[in-house]
């Protein structure tokens, strides 16, 4: 297991925290490398000090193990915490329970996958259905993650029309893969990237986990993406 909580606080200078305001939701997506062990528990102290400047709402997290886990669950206890499987490495999602109430979660199994690939579903309170997922990695298991992204498609599409549904995570898409990309929901767009609720207005974005720690070793070999919507 995971204890401690090493290193000083960091101050990243672009922090931007989130506040209690039931106008705006934040989130962050992030791939925390936990097949890699190495300063594993000065890896997850940082995301736990990220956490704490920008105090998002939602958390998707890709590449947990059970450790960092059950660090997550000791040392970020304002936040209830999902987890898309129970062995190897699998997702999460964090919820901070002052502002976001789980009504229902499912895990998704994706039929043809070799890595035990799957999506995490959260439908919580506002009207909101949450995703994330893992995709198939490498280059030559392309077929399979354009399977797995009609498989998230499909989910969004069947969502009922007052229910925005968010999704993140690493796709591991390359540029080639994707034929149609809808970042944002733009309102009065006709078919599907219509804004289908009050919520998926972006506020901002920015990208979190550019400072080493004390170890010498950046939080994940991924960056965090942080992100704020607001609503009309």
């Not at 009609?150 to 069947?158: A, E, F, H, I, K």
């Not at 309102?187 to 804004?195: I, L």
């Not at 289908?196 to 986990?209: K, Q, V």
């Amino acid at each position: 297991s995971l204890q401690g909580r090493p290193g000083k606080q960091l101050n990243p200078s672009s922090a931007k925290p989130s506040r209690e305001d039931d106008s705006k939701l934040s989130l962050v997506s992030w791939n925390v490398d936990g097949l890699d062990i190495e300063n594993l528990i000065e890896r997850a102290w940082g995301l736990c000090s990220y956490l704490d400047i920008y105090t998002p709402d939602v958390v998707f997290l890709q590449e947990l193990i059970p450790p960092y886990v059950q660090y997550l669950k000791k040392n970020a206890v304002s936040y209830l915490i999902i987890e898309g499987g129970k062995e190897g490495y699998f997702t999460g999602m964090m919820l901070k329970r002052s502002r976001v109430e789980l009504l229902e979660k499912n895990i998704v199994p994706y039929p043809t996958t070799t890595m035990l690939r799957n999506l995490l579903v959260a439908q919580v309170d506002h009207k909101l259905c949450l995703m994330t997922s893992h995709m198939e990695s490498c280059k030559g298991h392309a077929e399979e993650r354009m399977k797995q992204l009609r498989v998230v498609m499909q989910r969004m599409t069947d969502a009922p029309d007052d229910v925005t549904v968010l999704f993140g995570g690493d796709t591991n898409l390359r540029d080639t893969e994707v034929i149609h990309t809808l970042i944002w929901a733009v309102p009065g767009e006709s078919g599907q990237t219509r804004a289908r609720s009050a919520w998926p207005l972006p506020d901002h974005m920015a990208l979190i986990g550019r400072e080493k720690l004390d170890c010498g070793r950046f939080t994940s070999d991924h960056w965090g993406i942080y992100c704020c919507f607001v609503s009309t």
